[in-house]
């Protein structure tokens, strides 16, 4: 169970992999999520289920290595197997033919929102896709959304690539084409996300985001994952990840996010010396 | 028991009994230290050696008409295996005690026995009741400790499945009573660990994981299979276990897991948790090892803790083993009226938890990067009594205070969680979404399909859990063995 069958780099400390898990391969839809374990003392992380392949029963993850709990992850190799893997997490997107849907994925929010944008298209929608990096290096998944996409506009921050400037440049872009859309969706850093939505709704532009706050069971048991939208309190793995871009508190979920940044970073930090000295002890070793 | 004693409930044969002398006082058990254990998770009490439990053990009279077995929900054989330890018969008071309970060495520790069993008791009457609860510890324990656990003889397969929703008590007892009968148990588990609460809500202090573990260990090897990570609604539905996986029978265990918050201003603050979430950081997920586990959790200076039940005690001195300097349990109403069971209370007490009694938050604050860094009550005095029958407390006008505070555990209480519920139709619930279910069979709206413990009752206790998947286990059993075995090979 969980054996990993295929793993690929996409771009520095991003990695995209194959992994078996049959029922919920049959399960999931598009918006969807899982939650992970990679060892026995380890945290559990949720991550997107970015597509997947029923009759072979598996699932493709992507993941950017920003903490220690990735970074182990990310170390596993094609015939390694994940500790566990709860899922399918969270309600699914709405899709139906609204008409035109604008996709913007950022960093590695293009992730989660390639099976979205995937989704949108084969429910009939015309679909136009933004995908930002801050550099060319950085852009993933660029193939994938063109093949789900009518049109993509890919922008990097430093203009390496693509057009130059924001993803919020390239939707005023879209706009001032006098383009409407019905539907947008907008997942990546969550300042973002904040800038996308204030802009769709400026633009009167509804706009679904996909939230990713601090998860322990995303069973809706503890109440940690919670993020104020409308002013209200709400669970994001059960009465999300998706929801309304215009009524979200950004700033308080920017808060909420960075709850553990010291202990985070002071576990990431041993961990890098853990490995180093492995590494260094390993050289001994041979010399 | 002496002559004198003329209390109505005593029988009249007993009386002619020669009675043991009650003279021998209840015995203590012996624990740690509290300025020691409140920066420790060991556990707190050490239990009863052999002597002091045989001696603890000639206090009951040996009732004929026992009361506290009607106060024990789970109805145990009390005399039975409390004379066996007063005659040092240890493998037999095991025995007595398995027969109707599965999992003694957890309610010995967690059951509200001064409520149950113990307040029943006539030695109680003019004395101190018999330790029943910490007897029931003991003999778990030295089974644990001095047998390889016994593994009763398990019947030929009755061709019959049964799937468990939940491997809290209810679930493990239902599993427990319907393997033994020969029936093939499958438990499907949401998280990565089993146990329910007794694995991510009662703290390690009060209830060792590792015994959690034993007694699980005990059900798998009656041959119950069990599947984790398996959130039922989501991985697989009520419909399909029953319709496509042709499981005969089903049983709903999945706790009160929904964290009711105040909906207060600054609710959201960061440092603002759920016991649930508090608990099961520290708890399931280890994270008082943290860097060692991975995962992290708060370690504040002042934290404060909301409610009054076990709940609320254990999340206050879950936060003192963490390191916090000053712990404040803010209660709405007076010490009197606390739902957590006195032991607690007093434990709590001792470790230096401060209680703030008829207080009750009205807001919190925080700084700029979003921390809670204080926390405005109101004090409140008792009204008229409400509908429980407890007092009500009402605010008394201009008594707000602030207290500075880096951590809070809102602990007022759990709900139903409606993940299950709400992916099941045809499965009928009470306006607060727990599962309608037969007082006696347990069964719910959909036939074959059972539920119990705190989805049906609302947030109570192990031994309740309990009771309610032995009945049900019960008739599961009698359902499934009414079914034509070509029907059921279907
Ligand atoms: C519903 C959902 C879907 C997600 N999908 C993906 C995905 O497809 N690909 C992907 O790379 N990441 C995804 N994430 C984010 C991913 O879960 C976190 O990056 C991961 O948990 C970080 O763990 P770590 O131990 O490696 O880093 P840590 O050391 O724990 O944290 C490093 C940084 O990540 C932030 N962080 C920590 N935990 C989380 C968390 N649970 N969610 C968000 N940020 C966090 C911290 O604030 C910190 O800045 C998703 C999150 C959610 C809630
Ligand atoms: C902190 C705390 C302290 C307590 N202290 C005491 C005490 O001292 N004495 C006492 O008697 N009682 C105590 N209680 C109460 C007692 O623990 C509960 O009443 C009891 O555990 C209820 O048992 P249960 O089997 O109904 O549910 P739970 O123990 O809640 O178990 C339910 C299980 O079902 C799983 N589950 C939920 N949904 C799903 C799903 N959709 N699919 C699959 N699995 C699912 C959960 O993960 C969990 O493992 C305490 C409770 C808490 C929270
Ligand atoms: S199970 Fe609980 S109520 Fe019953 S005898 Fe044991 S401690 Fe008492
Ligand atoms: S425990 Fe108390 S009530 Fe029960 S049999 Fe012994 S003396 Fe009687
Ligand atoms: S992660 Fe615990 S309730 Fe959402």
Redesign the interface.
Known sequence: MNEILEKRVLSEGVKDIIVSSP??AR?RKAGQFIIL?VHE????IPLTIVGSDPEAGTLRLIFQEVG??TMQLGELEVGDSI???????GKPTHIENFGRVLCVGGGIGVAPVLPIAAAMKEAGNEVISIIGARNKELLILEDDMKAVSDRLIVTTDDGSYGKHGFVTDAISMLVEEGLTFEQSVSIGPVIMMKFTSALAKKNNIPMMVSLNSIM??G??????C???VDGK?EFVC?DGPEFDGWLVDFD?LM??Q???LE??R??SE?YHRCKLDAQVENLEKQS | MTENTNTPEMPKKEIKKKPKKPKIPRQPMPEQDPQVRAHNFKEVPFGYSIETAMLEASRCIMCKKPKCVDGCPVEINIPGFLKAIRDGEFDDAIKILKSDNALPAICGRVCPQEEQCEIKCVVGIKDEPVAIGRLERFIADWEREHREIAIPEIPEWTGRKVAIVGSGPAGLTVAGELAKLGHKVTIYEALHKPGGVLMYGIPEFRLPKAIVEAEVDYVKKLGVEVVYNAIIGKYLTIDELKDEMGFHAIFIGTGAGLPYFMNIPGEDLVGIYSANEYLTRANLMKAYDFPNYDTPIARSKNVAVIGGGNVAMDAARTALRLGAENVYLAYRRSQQEMPARNEEIHHAEQEGIQFNLLTNPIRFDGDDKGFVKSMTCIKMELGEPDASGRRRPVPMEGSEFELAVDTVVVSIGNGANPVLTEATPGLETNKWGNILADDDTCETSIKGVYAGGDIVIGAATVILAMGAGKRAARAMHEQMMSMELEEVMK
């Open positions: 029922v919920i399960k374990r003392r380890g945290e559990r220690k709990s500790l566990d893997i709860a899922g399918p997490l322990v069971d069973t809706g048991m503890c109440g940690g919670r993020v104020s309190s059960v308080q808060k909420r960075a709850a553990y202990q985070e002071r576990s041993e």
